[in-house]
Structure formats: C-alpha cells, structure tokens
T-cell receptor
Framework: EAGVAQSPRYKIIEKRQSVAFWCNPI?????LYWYQQILGQGPKLLIQ????????DSQLPKDRFSAERLKGVDSTLKIQPAKLEDSAVYLC???????????????FGPGTRLLVL | GENVEQHPSTLSVQEGDSAVIKCTYS??????FPWYKQELGKRPQLIID?????GEKKDQRIAVTLNKTAKHFSLHITETQPEDSAVYFC???????????FGRGTSLIVHP
C-alpha cells in the first residue's frame, strides 16, 4: 500500500514570508495529523482531523498557523508569517480512525524540513 | 494533559549488547503505548506497541514491558546491531483518543 505523501521535502524561506505544506494520507484513512518536530525533540501535535472536521487544534498557534482538509482526503498546513522558531520538520501522519478505539497505529509521512532564515 | 518522560537521552552500546529505554507517563487513563524508530532524516516508524491489558510483548529482538501501577514502560533490544542505531521515541495515548504524547527521544548508538 502507498504511504503518506508530503511535499515539498525541503523549504527555505525568510522570516515573515508564507509557506504551505501538503499531505496526502494513506487511502481510506479517516484521521490525519500534523506534527511539528523540532531538532532533538519528539513530534508535537499541531492539529488532528477526522475526515474534514477538526478534532483537536489546541496546540496550533492560530495567529500564524492554519490547516484545512476540505474534502476529507489531502490536507494543507500554512504558516503566515513565519518566524525563526518555526524551523522544524513538519510531519503528517494518518490512521484508520473509523471509530472509537483504544489507540491506533499512526503512519508518518517523510516530513517537510523547514528552515526560516 | 499527558506528560511522557523518556530516559536516557543518549545510549551507547557495543554490538551484541542489550539496550533498554525507559519511559514514564502521568495520565493513568493512558492505555496505548507505541514505540517509534526514527533514522536520521527519515520518518518515525512504528516498531512495537503495547496495550494496557498486557504486561509484555515481544517481537524477535525487541520487547516492551508495561507496569501500569508504576506508570512506566520500557523498550528492550537484545543482540543489538549497528542498524539499530537511530532515535527511539516512546508515546502514550488515552482510551478513546487517537492522539499520542511523545517522549523526547533516545539516541541509540551501536558500535560495531
């Protein structure tokens, strides 16, 4: 089965610029996650979608970050304007999420490595 | 919310030795504990997981143990090989939630 796809793989921008990341989850996976992974740390959840609805965005810096999953399949994450501290790897993950379950395997994409100068 | 502590941050072993990574969690409602391996520049990949209804799970050279009373779980790798070198992350999520909280990671270095 095809894995989670992300693009671009790398992005370098200057602070105050905008950037967008794209994610296509595994076919049939209802749940999609965006994580931020700063160098030397574990992934931190930014937002979780169930189909096209937001389940949890409590850790998303909403003044500059936005995300959407309009048709319940692929998703975009945007940063506007970017700050130096946004430099990180942005990971997208998906899981089946077909109903309430006690934990569920998440499959990660390759990530987008963002450098803000 | 959940807080996951992971130790050590760095672990260096000789090929063939065993490696143990330990994690503690704070939320007694957590009941799913996956472990991920992340090689340099690559995506995290699930290597083993355990649910709260079992105390131990093994898959070839990898095993995970869970002590719900003490709220800690550990990853054990036996007969380590250089290709085991990577960063390992533990995570915990609670009943009914799909959202894991990750530890800060352990960098395992296996010297040939």
């Amino acid at each position: 089965e095809a894995g989670v796809a992300q693009s671009p793989r790398y992005k370098i921008i200057e602070k105050r610029q905008s950037v967008a990341f794209w994610c296509n989850p595994i076919s049939g996976h209802a749940t999609l996650y965006w994580y931020q992974q700063i160098l030397g740390q574990g992934p931190k959840l930014l937002i979780q979608f169930q189909n096209n609805g937001v389940v949890d965005d409590s850790q998303l810096p909403k003044d500059r970050f936005s995300a959407e999953r309009l048709k319940g399949v692929d998703s975009t994450l945007k940063i506007q304007p970017a700050k130096l501290e946004d430099s990180a790897v942005y990971l997208c993950a998906s899981s089946l999420g077909i109903g309430p379950r006690e934990g569920e395997t998440q499959y990660f994409g390759p990530g987008t490595r963002l450098l803000v100068l | 919310g959940e807080n996951v502590e992971q130790h050590p941050s760095t672990l260096s072993v000789q090929e063939g030795d065993s490696a143990v990574i330990k994690c503690t969690y704070s939320d007694s409602a957590s009941n799913y504990f996956p472990w991920y391996k992340q090689e340099l520049g690559k995506r995290p990949q699930l290597i083993i997981d355990i649910r709260s209804n079992v105390g131990e799970k093994k898959d070839q050279r990898i095993a995970v143990t869970l002590n719900k009373t003490a709220k800690h779980f550990s990853l054990h790798i036996t007969e380590t090989q250089p290709e085991d070198s990577a960063v390992y992350f533990c995570a915990a999520s609670r009943r009914g939630s799909y959202i894991p909280t990750f530890g800060r990671g352990t960098s395992l270095i296996v010297h040939p």
